[in-house]
């Protein structure tokens, strides 16, 4: 009998068609497996490039606001616009001594009651208030002392004003010579600083 018998034939054909199928078998195994994993992995490479790349433009974009805040906080040093304590405490002592020194400067008026108001919490910032009524002022005092408040550095604002003249009787104002010191002044400051908690 020859090699090549119908049977063998047959037996090597069905080998072959074996072989195929499991090649074909493993091939659809790799493709589903291993390439879907490795479709998968490409896929979340894409989306931590994408996160990578949104990142990185929020750091720049926070680079660029802390520049300005830095910016925004060296222009308020340089105007001082706020006390320079950040209690509430502190910032009305500092806001007293304050006008104390300004009046002191241009004036030899009597200060006769210091008042602190309650403290204003504004967005981002608090606002301390003292009440100060004084005697002895000339009219060149009160506008130089008004003057000295609003444009000092802090900045400081004033919020009422109540000058009242000092009565005389008609005697005393026509033996003696005109005083000239004899304005009543109440003044309502406020200053302006920033909290810790702000």
């Not at 047959?10 to 994993?37: D, H, P, Q, R």
């Not at 950040?86 to 004036?107: C, D, G, H, M, P």
């Amino acid at each position: 009998m020859s090699n090549f018998s119908p049977i063998k034939v047959i037996e090597k054909s069905v080998a072959l068609l074996i072989l195929f199928a499991l090649l074909f078998l493993t091939f659809l195994l790799f493709n589903n497996v291993y390439l879907e994993g490795l479709m998968s992995i490409d896929k979340e490479i894409d989306l931590k490039l994408k996160k990578r790349d949104k990142i990185e433009s929020i750091l720049v974009k926070e680079k660029s606001l802390k520049e300005e805040i830095n910016n925004y906080k060296k222009q308020i040093q340089k105007n001082k616009i706020f006390l320079s304590n950040n209690k509430a405490s502190t910032a009305s002592s500092e806001l007293q001594n304050k006008l104390k020194r300004l009046i002191s400067n241009q004036s030899k008026a009597k200060i006769l009651t210091i008042k602190p108001y309650p403290v204003i919490n504004h967005e981002g910032y608090s606002e301390s208030s003292i009440e100060l009524r004084m005697k002895g002022l000339g009219h060149v005092e009160v506008q130089n002392i008004l003057y000295s408040i609003e444009s000092g550095k802090p900045m400081l604002k004033i919020k009422e004003l109540d000058i009242k003249r000092k009565r005389s009787r008609y005697k005393a104002l026509i033996n003696s010579k005109r005083n000239d010191k004899e304005l009543e002044v109440t003044l309502v400051v406020s200053g302006y600083y920033r909290s810790k908690s702000q």
